[in-house]
């Protein structure tokens, strides 16, 4: 049942919101650094420690997920022609419109959570479902309708996946086939990957326990997991739907935070190198990213970036036009735009 314009509804709205939402329109620090580098290095000003990004299929806009706290931060959509930066969550958010069919597990909507892996899933006529992972008040993942249909993306909270009980933090997400999600426990101890059915809530991928799962994305038939193995500082691929999983892991040199599909049909695996390992001497870096072809697992290094004052820690790269753009936080006041190479 999708709850829509009823005034009962409504009143228990502003209970919830009321005091929040108004506090949420002008809560968030103003960007002051001057987002300025004297490198070739180009930047979208105006974010506060986007952590992942996601392209919005067939626009102009990618979606920013940002960080104030450990438990609130904006939504972003940025324009990659005019470089426009617009808050859609909480701020300029549609009301909600709770599928409470859906997501059965989900107590109802909630306004400010700290944003963190971001995916979507697409659909027709410019209304697509954004999902969100949700770290604060709950932890959790939230549920978007997302609209394109104006000049600006448009969110609307639709639900809620409470996360799996027991698991440390869930941190990516990927879209599934069959309205189902993928999702990484990151725990450095020991994490594993999670599969949200609709009808079964989560269960435990076999076979997939590591240490620090980080990013991921799926193959398009759903028969392949792609993680960021921040732990192994290698991109890991796992198979799904199999009795006994197959693993094999591609070392690409840094602690893989996000991933994602390039434009190539290769993977994009964005991170960092911010401490060395017990008794090893390294070379730290603030941004370094890599593709992976996923046929032959061919390495292809591309952006090695020690960062600058207002950009200090890179998470996550996307392919967007000639360049790439990789997002971050831990003192990441933009957008880092890079040119492709030849």
Known sequence: MRIKNHFSYLLSLMTIFTVPWVAAQGSYPPQEAKCESNTEVLFVCGVINPEDLY???????VIATGRISDSAGPI???????????????????????????????????LT??????TLRKGLDGEHTLYVVGHGAREAVEVFNLSVAEDVPVLSWTGCIPSPE????????TALPEGSLGATNFDTAGGQLWEWHPTTDWIEVPGSSMMGPNGLVSSEDGAWFYVGGWSDRALVRVSRGKMLAEVEIIPVGFNVDNVRWGKDRRIIAAGHITRCPSDEECDTSAVRVAKVNPENFEVEQLLDYD???????????????DEIWVGGIYGSFAIARFSKRD
Not at 55 to 60: H, L, M, S, V
Not at 80 to 108: K, R, W
Not at 113 to 118: I, N
Not at 166 to 173: V, Y
């Open 166 to 173: 027991g698991t440390r933090r869930i941190n990516s997400i």
């Open 307 to 321: 960062g600058n004052e207002f950009f200090e820690m890179g998470t996550v790269a996307i392919d967007v036009k």
């Open 113 to 118: 959570f700290q944003p963190h892996g971001v």
């Open 76 to 110: 972003y959509a940025v324009n990659i022609e005019s470089y426009q930066v617009e808050e859609i969550y909480p701020h300029n958010a549609a009301l909600p419109e709770f599928d409470q069919e859906t997501y059965q597990q989900c107590p109802g909507p909630i």
């Open 55 to 61: 392209q919005i299929p067939d626009t102009n806009w």
